[in-house]
Structures are given as structure tokens and as C-alpha cells.
T-cell receptor, first 114, second 109 residues
């Protein structure tokens, strides 16, 4: 099993450009999440999808959109990138049916917006 | 005030030392508690859950004090391979995980 995979690993964008970050999991998990991690801020939840067909805003959703394409895939779109969106983006998944609620993370996408 | 707060460190300790990390959380209705580990430029991974009675996994001991809203992680006999950032994580009533900013540990020979 690959676990959680993310593409691309690195990306440089100019202000105003758009891009989509892709995430896929092969663990048959119901829930998927997008976080951003900035120095001194910890991981902050951008959007999440509790199950296929549903998406909800997290702590910092402004400037982002998401699509839960199917049970495996959850994408994050930046419509008009801004320098404040320079960050490391992590996708995660969990099986909300367990009592532990462990989240499994992908390797991250390092995004720089100039 | 941040919902989960940790001392950012860094903690620099020699091999074999015992080191303790502390964490406080502000939401008294928080339901579950965890420590995650994050190696440099890698993704976070679950280290251990934290139970009310305290729990141990080898050299690692986690404690929870609900009355004080305080969580701790003790690492005994530190190894070079323990060098990482340790994230205190709390699950809130809505089921979402709230991450502390992490405490960096560097174990030196």
C-alpha cells in the first residue's frame, strides 16, 4: 500500500496563477483533510471531507477550494495564488470509524508563491 | 490564545538524557489526545495516544491531567534517532484534530 500520496512535491507559482494539489489514499478511509504548515504556527486545517460527497471549511479556508472526487481522491485548488499561501501543504486521511482517529499524512507539497 | 500550546524549544540534550515536553489545551471539552512526531521536512506520524490513566510505550511515557488541561511526554534514555519535532494534538468535539506548533528535540552524541 502506498498510503497517502500527494503531487506535486514542489511548486513555484507567480502571484495570480492557479494550481491544483492532488491527493489520493489507498486505505479505504472515509475522511480526508488538507492542512497547511507554517513556521511557528503548527498545522492548520484548510478543508476536510468527512465522507465522499461532503466537504467543510476548516480554520483557514479563504483562497482555497476543494473537490472530493471519489473516496480515494481529495484535491485542493488555489484559484489566484498569493505570497501568503507560501507554505507546506499536507493531505491526510483517517478512518473515522475507529476510536483512535489516527490521521495518516502524505509527504507534503512545498509551495512558493513569488 | 492558541487552543493547543507547546514550548517550541529547541531542546538540546545529550544521548541518554531524560527529556519532558509539556502541552496545555484550552478547550475543556476536548475528547482525545495524542503525540505525533515529525522528522525534518517529513510528514507527521502518530507516536502515541494519551490516556487518562497515563500510558507507556517503551522509553516513552504520556500523561494527561484533565483538571489542569495539561499533557506531557517523557522520553527516557534519549537516542540520536529521537531527534525530531514532537506535536501535541487534541481532538475536539467536532472530531477535528488541533495541532500544537511542536517542540523541537535535538539529541547530541
Amino acid at each position: 500500500n502506498a498510503g497517502v500520496t500527494q503531487t506535486p512535491k514542489f511548486q513555484v507559482l507567480k502571484t495570480g496563477q492557479s494550481m491544483t494539489l492532488q491527493c489520493a489514499q489507498d486505505m479505504n478511509h472515509n475522511s480526508m483533510y488538507w492542512y497547511r504548515q507554517d513556521p511557528g504556527m503548527g498545522l492548520r486545517l484548510i478543508y476536510y471531507s468527512a465522507s465522499e460527497g461532503t466537504t467543510d471549511k476548516g480554520e483557514v479556508p479563504n483562497g482555497y477550494n476543494v473537490s472530493r472526487l471519489n473516496k480515494r481522491e481529495f484535491s485542493l485548488r488555489l484559484e489566484s495564488a498569493a505570497p501568503s499561501q507560501t507554505s507546506v501543504y499536507f493531505c491526510a486521511s483517517s478512518d473515522a470509524g475507529t476510536t483512535i482517529y489516527e490521521q495518516y499524512f502524505g509527504p507534503g507539497t512545498r509551495l512558493t508563491v513569488t | 490564545r492558541k487552543e493547543v500550546e507547546q514550548d517550541p524549544g529547541p531542546f538540546n540534550v545529550p544521548e541518554g538524557a531524560t527529556v519532558a515536553f509539556n502541552c496545555t489545551y484550552s478547550n475543556s471539552a476536548s475528547q482525545s489526545f495524542f503525540w505525533y512526531r515529525q522528522d525534518c521536512r517529513k510528514e507527521p506520524k502518530l507516536l502515541m495516544s494519551v490516556y487518562s490513566s497515563g500510558n507507556e510505550d517503551g522509553r516513552f511515557t504520556a500523561q494527561l491531567n484533565r483538571a489542569s488541561q495539561y499533557i506531557s511526554l517523557l522520553i527516557r534514555d534519549s537516542k540520536l534517532s529521537d531527534s525530531a519535532t514532537y506535536l501535541c494534538v487534541v481532538r475536539n468535539q467536532g472530531g477535528k484534530l488541533i495541532f500544537g506548533q511542536g517542540t523541537e528535540l535535538s539529541v547530541k552524541p
